[in-house]
T-cell receptor, first 112, second 113 residues
């Protein structure tokens, strides 16, 4: 148990749907991350938040919209996605001043 | 741009054998390097973190080494067990402050009972 939870664990959506992924950590960490893992490709960093402020956007399309209302919660809002956006979306967190990132179990997203 | 290569892509060995997984990266200006394991359809579990000032790190049957100048890291697993079957990922860490991880595609390890 890493202390990082993600909901839902599985999500199937159509290209016209709007949905949100949620990540929550109660580890007292102040940095949170979204990663995308597509089949046969390396894990890709999407966004980084430090103390609720976005500090990194890795050229992610605007159909992915992150939100970090506080240091314990991170959302990824999805709208008008494409089938190629189907992937495992992983959230991670890190304590300020520390290096190690702790990952959640991921949300398996399928876009039809 | 950092690129990470892990060789081999897949490895099957009988239970009890010692084995080495390799990781190479193109940009040696890294702060640290982290090794993870990922079970099918699951998130990542951190195994070892090697700081740039260290050359190796040990945890139980696992030993990881880091040679920044040559852009290489290895993960040594001693006395392998079926429970070690998973995909192993290495991730050099750069960009102090954001601690960005760059991943390879991993090595899928199968331990044969």
């Amino acid at each position: 148990e890493t202390g990082v939870t993600q909901t839902p664990r599985h999500l199937v959506m159509g290209m016209t749907n709007k949905k949100s992924l949620k990540c929550e950590q109660h580890l007292g960490h102040n940095a949170m991350y979204w990663y995308k893992q597509s089949a046969k490709k390396p894990l890709e960093l999407m966004f980084v938040y430090n103390f609720k402020e976005q500090t990194e956007n890795n050229s992610v399309p605007s159909r992915f919209s992150p939100e970090c209302p506080n240091s314990s919660h991170l959302f990824l809002h999805l709208h008008t996605l494409q089938p190629e956006d189907s992937a495992l979306y992983l959230c991670a967190s890190r304590a300020s001043g520390r290096i190690e990132q702790f990952f959640g179990p991921g949300t398996r997203l399928t876009v039809l | 741009k950092q690129e990470v290569t892990q060789i081999p892509a897949a490895l099957s060995v009988p239970e009890g054998e010692n084995l080495v997984l390799n990781c190479s990266f193109t940009d040696s200006a890294i702060y640290n390097l982290q090794w993870f394991r990922q079970d099918p359809g699951k998130g990542l579990t951190s195994l070892l973190l090697i700081q740039s000032s260290q050359r190796e790190q040990t945890s139980g049957r696992l030993n990881a080494s880091l040679d920044k100048s040559s852009g290489r890291s290895t993960l040594y697993i001693a006395a392998s067990q079926p429970g070690d079957s998973a995909t192993y990922l290495c991730a050099p860490i750069s960009n102090f402050g954001n601690e960005k991880l760059t991943f390879g595609t991993g090595t899928r390890l199968t331990i044969i009972p």
